[in-house]
């Protein structure tokens, strides 16, 4: 992701040379061997998770997910079966009349 809400993290792993051997061919330094990475990517903007301003919606998978057929609500809690955006805090009143969020769960979901 490219946006400027998230940050990555980037783990370099590293195959180091026992000491032992290293000393018995004349040197003071061990060999490393990049053999692997991992990068991570996470939120800069913590405040997005628990609030966000008036008109603007954020974490768009929730309204997706609220967007699913009740089928799958109901595998991942029964609660949310007949549920949807509005029936949320967090997500009532940010309709966005330019976004079909169920076209966008079922993109997601493929």
């Known amino acids: 992701d490219n946006s400027s809400r998230f940050g990555k993290f980037i783990q370099m792993q590293f195959r180091v ?56 609500k109901e595998q991942l809690w029964p609660f949310l079966r007949d549920s949807n955006a509005n029936d949320f805090m967090y997500t009532a009143g940010h309709e966005s009349p330019h976004l079909n969020d169920a076209e966008l769960w079922q993109e997601t979901k493929e």
Not at 41 to 51: A, G, H, I, P
Request: proline letters at 7%; glycine letters at 8%; charged letters at 25%.
């Open 17 to 72: 040379e026992p000491m032992a051997i290293a000393k018995l061919g004349g040197r003071e330094v061990p060999y490393t061997d990049l053999v692997g990475s991992k990068v991570s990517t996470y939120l800069l903007e913590k405040n997005r998770v628990v609030f966000h301003a008036e008109g603007e919606r954020t974490f768009h998978i929730f309204y997706q997910l609220l967007a699913s057929p009740p089928e799958f």
